[in-house]
C-alpha cells in the first residue's frame, strides 16, 4: 500500500503506525507531486480529500495510474442536514465565523457533481453510495472531531479558538451532549 500524505504530522503519524506493515510506504507531498507508473494500480481511494486536488488534475492523474478495470473510490462525510435542538445556535457560530462555511449543507448538488466529473474523465460503471449516521459527542470530542476536517483546521488559530469555544458553550447548554446526523457518501468508478 502506498499512501500520499501533504501534512507532515499525519505523514509522521501514518509512518509510526503501519511502521510494522512490511508493504506500507507514504509519501509525503501532494498528489500533485507523487510521480508514479502509469497502469500500475489496482485501486485508487481518497477520504475526503479529493476535492483539495484541481479537478482536470485529479482524475486525469488517477486515470493514468490506473490499470484497466481498477478502481477508483471517493468518499466524504459531512453534516446531512437533519436539525436538532443545538443545530440553530450552532449554525448562527458558523455564519459568524465562517459566513461561507454551513453547518447544514444541501449535499445533492456535490454528489451530482462529482458523479458527473467522474464520468467526464473516462471512467465508467460510476456508482454512489449514501449512509446517513447518527453520532453522540461530548463537547471535547466534538471539537476533536471538527479538527479532523480541512476546512476547520484551515482557519486562523485565533478565530478557531473562539469558534470552538463558542461551539463548546453551545453543547454544554443542550446537556453536554451534542447529536450529530450526518452522511457518508461514497462514488465507484473503474478505468475501462
Avoid at 73 to 80: E, R
Avoid at 89 to 103: A, F, G, S, V, W
Amino acid at each position: 500500500m502506498t499512501a500520499i500524505e501533504l501534512g507532515n504530522r499525519l505523514g509522521s503519524y501514518s509512518k509510526n503506525k503501519f511502521s510494522t506493515y512490511e508493504k506500507f510506504e507514504i509519501h509525503n507531498l501532494s498528489f500533485e507531486d507523487y510521480s508514479h507508473t502509469p497502469e500500475s494500480i489496482d485501486l485508487i481511494y481518497s477520504g475526503t480529500a479529493f476535492h483539495w486536488i484541481p479537478e482536470e488534475i485529479g482524475y486525469q492523474k488517477v486515470f493514468d495510474m490506473l490499470r484497466s478495470g481498477g478502481t477508483l473510490a471517493l468518499f466524504w462525510n459531512g453534516p446531512s442536514g437533519r436539525e436538532n435542538s443545538a443545530h440553530k445556535e450552532l449554525q448562527c457560530i458558523y455564519n459568524k465565523y465562517t459566513p461561507t462555511e454551513n453547518l447544514v449543507k444541501d449535499n445533492q448538488e456535490k454528489y451530482n457533481l462529482v458523479m458527473e466529473s467522474t464520468g467526464k474523465y473516462g471512467f465508467i460503471d460510476l456508482e454512489f453510495k449514501l449512509r446517513h449516521q447518527t453520532r453522540s459527542f461530548n463537547a471535547e470530542d466534538y471539537i476533536s472531531l471538527l479538527n479532523t476536517y480541512s476546512d476547520h483546521r484551515m482557519l486562523p488559530d485565533d478565530i478557531k479558538e473562539v469558534f470552538y469555544d463558542e461551539i463548546k458553550g453551545v453543547i454544554n447548554k443542550h446537556g453536554g451532549v451534542f447529536i450529530l446526523n450526518d452522511t457518508m457518501d461514497l462514488y465507484l468508478a473503474k478505468k475501462p
